[in-house]
T-cell receptor, first 114, second 112 residues
Framework: NAGVTQTPKFQVLKTGQSMTLQCAQDMNHEYMSWYRQDPGMGLRLIHYSVGAGITDQGEVPNGYNVSRSTTEDFPLRLLSAAPSQTSVYFC?????????????FGSGTRLTVV | AQSVTQPDIHITVSEGASLELRCNYSYGATPYLFWYVQSPGQGLQLLLKYFSGDTLVQGIKGFEAEFKRSQSSFNLRKPSVHWSDAAEYFCAAPTGANNLFFGTGTRLTVIP
């Protein structure tokens, strides 16, 4: 089925470890984005991309890196995990024409940093 | 800045009662507006969206929302709530960069 695929679904990291959250979409959407969800704060934008080779910061970018080498993939890297990065992470994609497909979200990655 | 706000953090209703969840927006032009639902431990599911045209929008699971420009609101309604509607509900709207700005959410508890 077409959509956004996130891996892994669950992850536990130790403080200082690094890891990459994977996100892939097969809808040929130009836009991709990463959000984190914390209780009482809704979903907040971390980084986004408007096309291959183009990324930009969102509301809460510190501690995260992204790259977009292909249209399909948009990985999120934590270089040195901190307990404050314990959260649920969602990847999303959308086309330039919002009326066409709207936004498609992955199923999320629940990350715990101890 | 463009934004949406959800004034109610938590709402409790009895099963079978009607429901209205509030969402206020702050945009210059007519915005696109979305409502999402998230059941515990699950991802986001789109309930409905408003782009233009008819201000009363029908969604899935018996939900509807009405866009009211005069009140800057896009409230979500359901005439009769079911226990399975217990979840968290998010109002959202695109920013200038086409990313979604989410409200902080309203948690719905349904009493049998």
């Amino acid at each position: 089925n077409a959509g956004v695929t996130q891996t892994p679904k669950f992850q536990v990291l130790k403080t200082g470890q690094s890891m990459t959250l994977q996100c892939a979409q097969d809808m040929n959407h130009e836009y991709m984005s990463w959000y984190r969800q914390d209780p009482g704060m809704g979903l907040r934008l971390i980084h986004y991309s408007v096309g291959a080779g183009i990324t930009d910061q969102g509301e809460v970018p510190n501690g995260y890196n992204v790259s977009r080498s292909t249209t399909e993939d948009f990985p999120l890297r934590l270089l040195s995990a901190a307990p404050s990065q314990t959260s649920v992470y969602f990847c999303a994609s959308n086309s330039l024409d919002l009326g066409k497909d709207g936004y498609t979200f992955g199923s999320g990655t629940r990350l715990t940093v101890v | 800045a463009q934004s949406v706000t959800q004034p109610d953090i938590h709402i409790t209703v009895s099963e079978g009662a009607s429901l209205e969840l509030r969402c206020n927006y702050s945009y210059g032009a007519t915005p696109y507006l979305f409502w999402y639902v998230q059941s515990p431990g699950q991802g986001l599911q789109l309930l409905l969206k408003y782009f233009s045209g008819d201000t009363l929008v029908q969604g899935i699971k018996g939900f509807e929302a009405e866009f009211k420009r005069s009140q800057s609101s896009f409230n979500l309604r359901k005439p009769s709530v079911h226990w399975s509607d217990a979840a968290e509900y998010f109002c959202a709207a695109p920013t200038g960069a086409n990313n979604l700005f989410f409200g902080t959410g309203t948690r719905l508890t349904v009493i049998p």
